[in-house]
């Protein structure tokens, strides 16, 4: 007794820590929710706030059902069917993730613009003159095709992973009990799955809430625009800051209708042996038009726009300086790499914490950390540097003792950095892991616990191994968003510190998006290269 | 309370370093690094990403061996940057491609005067801050772009003139997040002021052939695409464009006319890419020895050159390409105005309705 007191201690201790420090960030912003209003917070609640929330609305509902639809169909046809190039799309399908959103958005529109591919063949093979209004992209529904192409793996992955493994059983009985397919994905898929597809796309809506590239680009108006726009045009933090917070009220509103949709229902492994779903075979017109409608996802969201980009790096190979790409490359994939690995072990500290503490505020408290995720990475950015600037100056008797010369040591340095990709990126690393956690549920760990093995043991032994699926896939999703992450990277990065993505956006900023194919090729290069890799190693697991 | 989250917080860095040194020692030993004697270094916080600047750094560094140290980023982030840094801030100079942004730093007390006898020289007075915190290095010009085959320069004159009935549905230009456009309507407010200028905007709003998107490059394409007949524009995107690789960009960008506007009246609104010392410098000598250098006629060759921006030393012959645009009549106002008038011109943005 005497040795698992300590030991929960110890867990709930640092899980604690963590939090706090995740949350530390976001605490300014939350407190802007109090202050009073002024003139530009009614002007713009007078001309613009309604529009833009309005638009910001659209945005997340439209991107999310689309996700959804996509993902999910997806993710059923690959769990429970047999078809051509199966095998090859059930891993494929997660690549449109490697392309940043709003290079896939210069991208596209690159494409589809008067100079682009399709207009230029049309009027130079076929001499025939379109109108262009119908190639725009730029526009609401642009943003959300470019959102759902880019975005539905997040949705499709967990989705996937799930049926394929958790639920056979129970789509085993439905079958067995005589339900044809259709009655099987509503009355027991949709149901069962409900858990992975909202915490896909809520990721999503996450994700395309906090995004300011593809909206800014496609001259499309959101919250996060009025975020920007009161605070570097106005110079008006407060109302900024208010305007943050009042998003992320609205996203805590989410987070607790999720909680609430999840219910109490638990669908933890029921069993040892999780068995793969037996597939169903599929011929003739049925196995080809789930093999097309893969296909055409597949080459939407990945062969075209890496194919658009090729044929640029071809267009404009020598004409940019490349010499020290490699060490853009070796930037990008350490800072990634040493932040995704804090994140998860973070993750699985705080992940623990809700199963060793019970109580509502348990099961809350982890979700309030991933808050950080709604908010435009500029405004988190500016949040840490405030704090790392405090932290050095109360520091500054210790750098005196060590007789630096300067004052400034932790925010010069790439721990800034590194800190504020964990605050931002915790909770897409922490949905994985929790979602690992849901999934074994506490029987096995209970089970140990009563045979006398302490938490510590029992996690390295009895957890671990049954989460090594959520933490390779959570580590290389928060690696792969990582990689392409620009606002914190551009803001917080030490002198002369490049990276792949503030190569590209230095290019794409100054609208040369053909110069910055190259280097987009090579984030999207190893973000395929990390997600086969995955792939190869959750194949061997022994099911 | 307070006291506990910072103390949780040391915690978390010192197990975050304890991971991240190895990696980190390197750059980080890198910036600690001028403890010997006289600075052999300036740090730059750059708003400007064009590669033509870093091989101005390179030879620059050859030049005197002083190290550039840079960090690039957007104007606004970085400004905010220095300002948390504060006293301590490591930043000697900051670059930005916007006369009302080097305001706002001037404004927020970032900068320090410096003045010499070479910057004098080579910059003119109206392109330096009456205070001397902050000189301008290079020209752009915010002009008007023309379907040549539905456009005769004739029928333009002013930018007050695109408001007219005759060009409903005919009007391109980017969204009002941008910095160019704001600063443009912010030199209408200096010059006719808020009520001329909010008419403006509006009229422009409804002159509009569609609702903004793009950039700069977008609009000029979408007049090749019959969307529109005219656009206004920056001078070097056409340059750029006139120098694609891409054989369709060629041919767009020469198929558009270029045209100076308000050449009868207040000139055309330039604004500058330009920088200042920063307060706090420890470089302060080695910053002005960089400004020198980015003003002198070879580098302002070079961005003339590279970047088709035009130059902002006299002295310095401007590309064939500029030339073939012709000279023109520049607005005489003060370019701090771009910056007194920011906010004025984002509140007129949405109250007409510009997106």
Known sequence: MQRSLKNINVWTFSAVIIMALLFLPNLTIVGGIFTPTNENWAHMKEHVLWSFVSTSLILVVATAALTISIGLSLAWLIAQYQFPLRNFLKWALILPLSIPPFIGAYTYHGIVNYTGVIQTTLRERFGMEVNPSYFDIMNLPGAIFIYTIFLYPYVYTITRIFLSQQSASLIETSRVLGKGPWRTFFHVVLPISRVSIIGGASLVVLEVLNDYGVVKYYGIQTFTTAIFQTWFGLGDIETSIKLAASLMGFVILVLMIEKLLRGRRQYSYSTTKVRPLPLIQLTGWKAASVTGFGLVIMSLGFFIPVIQLIDWTILTFGTIPMEEFMVYVKNSVMVAGIAATVIIVFALIVGNFGRLVHGKMAKLLPRLSILGYSIPGAVIAVAVVTAFIGLDRTLAPVYQALEFDTTLVLSVSLIMLISAYIIRFFAIGFNSIESGYDKIGTNFRDASRLLGMGITKTFFKVDMPMLKGAIISGFIIVFIDILKEIPLTLILRPFNFDTLSTKVFQYASDEKIMEASQASLLIIGISALSIIVFYKFIEKEPK | ??????????????????????????????????????????????????????????????????????????????????????????????????????????????????????????????????????????????????????????????????????????????????????????????????????????????????????????????????????????????????????????????????????????????????????????????????????????????????????????????????????????????????????SKSILIFNEVGWK
């Open chain 2, 1 to 342: 309370m307070k006291k506990m989250l910072y103390a949780a917080l040391v915690l978390m860095l010192l197990l975050l370093s304890a991971c991240g040194n190895q990696e980190a020692g390197n750059e980080s030993s890198e910036s600690d690094a001028p403890e010997d004697t006289e600075s052999k270094e300036v740090n730059l916080y750059t708003a400007r990403h064009y590669d033509v600047d870093d091989q101005l750094y390179k030879k620059f560094e050859e030049e005197t061996g002083i190290k550039v140290n840079l960090i690039k980023g957007e104007a606004d982030e970085l400004l905010e940057r220095i300002k948390r840094e504060g006293d301590a801030t490591e930043a000697d100079l900051f670059l930005t491609a916007d006369a009302g942004r080097l305001f706002r730093a001037k404004d927020d007390g970032l900068f320090q005067a410096v003045s010499s006898d070479l910057l004098d020289e080579q910059i003119p007075e109206n392109f330096q801050d009456t205070d001397q915190m902050w000189y301008g290095l290079t020209k752009r010009a915010r002009v008007m772009v023309y379907n040549k085959e539905t456009v005769t320069p004739e029928e333009l004159s002013t930018y007050e003139a695109l408001t007219e009935d005759k060009w409903k549905g005919r009007v391109l230009i980017r969204g009002s997040e941008n910095v160019y456009n704001q600063s443009l309507l912010a030199s209408f407010i200096e010059i006719d002021g808020e009520e001329k200028a909010k008419e403006w905007a509006a009229g422009m709003v409804a002159n509009f052939a569609r609702d903004p998107e793009g950039g700069d490059r977008d609009q000029a394409k979408a007049i090749a695409a019959g969307v529109g007949d005219i656009a206004i524009m920056n001078t070097y995107y056409l340059g750029q464009m006139l120098n694609s690789e891409d054989p369709e960009e060629v041919k767009v960008a020469e198929s558009l006319g270029i045209f100076f506007p308000n050449q009868e009246t207040t000139g055309t609104h330039v604004n500058v890419s330009g920088a200042g010392v920063v307060k706090s410098s420890k470089n302060k000598d080695n910053a002005i020895k960089l400004l020198e250098f980015l003003s002198a006629p070879e580098a302002q060759g070079t961005f003339a050159e590279a970047n088709y921006e035009y130059p902002i030393n006299d002295s310095v012959e401007s590309t064939e390409l500029l030339k073939s645009w012709g000279e023109f009549k520049e607005q005489d106002i003060p370019l701090s105005a771009l910056g007194t008038n920011n």
